[in-house]
């Protein structure tokens, strides 16, 4: 598990060590002044970012360090979809799937493009 992501409290494991999907997990992010815990279920999509991930929550951004093939194992597959090799997007942040040119979708947001 990357040491990025953090439960909220240590009752949101379960036997065998794996997160509830009840569990609040928080992200510790790059923010202007040190660093910020985001709530996993306020991200909106993530991109990678050269040897960082960049986090999309509503109108902010925030960098972790961390490959995106880490948060995207971290975050597991019940909340979060990795549509390519540079995108994870939360599943219930999905207004929509449309064609764009050719061979390729287009993942439209429900908070805006």
Partial sequence: ??????????S???RSGEYKD?????????ASRGFQFLPVRKI?????????????????????RAKISEI??????SHFF??????????????GIVPFGRGHLLVRLTTGP
């Fill in 22 to 30: 009840d569990a609040e997990l928080w992200i510790a992010a790059s």
């Fill in 82 to 95: 990795q549509v390519n090799r540079s995108t994870v997007v939360q599943i219930a942040r999905i207004a």
């Fill in 72 to 77: 995207a194992s971290d975050l597991g597959s």
């Fill in 12 to 14: 949101g494991t379960n």
């Fill in 44 to 64: 909106d999509w993530i991109e990678a970012a050269r040897h960082y991930v960049r986090i999309h929550c509503g109108h902010e951004q925030f960098l972790v």
């Fill in 1 to 10: 598990m990357n040491e990025n992501l953090l439960p909220c409290f240590s």
